[in-house]
């Protein structure tokens, strides 16, 4: 029972969003653009505390065990969005080059993230 009234719901979700204007479009993107930024800026913000803690003398492993369980987590959170953003993409029928420009608005958090990542795990932080 429980089955058929999700595929029911899903069904109503998935026609309700091919039919859904451009307007709608751009929301639908707008929405996924701010709930990844939220996610990545949740993410800058553990690793920016890593580094502040490495700084500050706090041993790597110490540091690890604090930031990386939250840090996968939001990796987890960010994959799945984006996941999911590709899936709505396709049925909205959203242009390539419109679908490419969300990421690439992104680059600048992707960037920052990396950048630290690299500094942590330098010194002794493996967060993965």
Do not use: W
């Not at 029972?1 to 039919?19: E, R």
């Not at 490495?54 to 065990?65: E, F, M, N, S, Y």
């Not at 899936?87 to 960037?111: C, G, H, S, W």
Request: charged content about 30%; some cysteine; overall charge positive.
């Amino acid at each position: 029972m429980k089955k058929n009234i999700f595929i029911l719901l899903l069904a109503c979700i998935v026609q309700f969003s091919c039919t859904e204007s451009k307007t709608g479009k751009q929301a639908k993107i707008d929405d996924f653009k701010a709930e990844i930024e939220q996610l990545m800026d949740s993410s800058i913000h553990f690793y920016n505390k890593g580094v502040r803690l490495l700084k500050a003398g706090v041993a790597p492993i110490k540091i690890q065990k604090f930031i990386g369980p939250k840090l996968d987590k939001l990796r987890k959170q960010i994959n799945e969005k984006s996941k999911e953003f590709a899936m709505k993409a396709q049925k909205l029928k959203i242009p390539r080059e419109l679908y490419d420009n969300v990421f690439l608005d992104l680059n600048t958090n992707v960037q920052s993230i990396q950048e630290k990542h690299k500094y942590l795990n330098e010194n002794g932080v493996k967060i993965d």
